[in-house]
């Protein structure tokens, strides 16, 4: 149940849009998602830590944005900041996330007409 809370805090917290980009969960079904929008996921890496009195799951979420490619990276590094106002370093529900990274990605290899920047952040709930 924990990483489904953990998936629940972060869904609620990035809402359907950032700055006009619509966010999408992982797997999801629609099939054209457009030319800038933002997919996440949460992995879980540990399920439990009996060192503490509560449980305490841990892992790390990725945001994955993506702009129109040959456009350069402004666009993107603006969503990441954006985003890092939202998730880095928070308490948001029962999940704490860490200072957050990010990766550039490059051209995407499905659809060549987007670029990616990969927004990761670790995370732990209770």
């Known amino acids: 149940m924990a990483f489904t809370t953990v ?7 990035l809402g359907t849009y950032v700055d006009g980009a619509r966010v999408y969960p992982a797997n999801h079904a629609e099939s054209t998602l457009g030319d800038e929008f933002l997919v996440f ?6 399920s439990r830590d ?3 009195v509560e ?6 979420c990725e945001v994955s944005v993506y702009t129109p490619a040959g456009g350069g990276s402004v666009r993107a590094a603006q969503l990441c ?5 939202r998730l880095s370093r928070k ?11 990010i990766e550039v990605a490059g051209i995407d290899r499905v659809d060549t007409h987007l670029y990616r920047v990969n927004f990761m ?6």
């Open 91 to 101: 308490t948001i529900g029962r999940t704490q996330t860490s200072q957050s990274r």
């Open 121 to 126: 952040f670790d995370f732990f709930s209770t």
């Open 50 to 52: 009996e060192m503490y």
């Open 81 to 85: 900041d954006l985003l890092e106002e």
């Open 41 to 46: 996921q949460v992995f879980p890496v540990a």
């Open 7 to 13: 998936l629940r805090d972060i869904a609620s917290t």
């Open 55 to 60: 449980s305490v799951y841990r892992g790390f």
